[in-house]
């Protein structure tokens, strides 16, 4: 099992930065498996900023040079640095580790909300 817990979401004015954190543990937790997902409302669940199976990392074309995730392996903590916020990055965000063939999501965290303010 493994658990994760989001922190860091807030309300930010548009052109504002946050940064989110997931704080993992369990006995099944890989930080090489991590990502970010995004959910606004009335829209789908999608993949922001994650780490690949060859070690790069993987952005949405929306978040890309803005964004940036990264992590502490010392502190099982993965980050996503979010710089100029815009409205349509509005959402809850959740942390989520992949399976080993990076094919699926096999845990979710609770989510953190962020809302940008125009």
């Known amino acids: 099992q493994v658990q994760l817990v989001e922190s860091g979401g807030g309300l930010v004015q548009a052109g504002g930065s946050l940064r989110l954190s997931c704080a993992a543990s369990?006995?099944?937790?890989?930080?090489?498996?991590m990502g970010w997902y995004r959910q606004a409302p009335g829209k789908q669940r999608e993949l922001v900023a994650r780490?690949?199976?060859?070690?790069?990392?993987n952005y949405a074309a929306s978040v890309t040079g803005r964004f940036t995730i990264s992590r502490d392996n010392a502190k099982n903590t993965v980050y996503l640095q979010m710089n100029g916020l815009k409205p349509e990055d509005t959402a809850v965000y959740y942390c989520?580790?992949?399976?080993?063939?990076?094919?699926?999501?096999?845990?979710w965290g609770q989510g953190t909300q962020v809302t940008v303010s125009s």
């Open positions: 780490f690949s199976s060859a070690g790069t990392t």
């Open positions: 989520a580790q992949l399976n080993t063939r990076f094919s699926r999501v096999d845990y």
């Open positions: 369990g006995s099944t937790f890989s930080i090489n498996r």
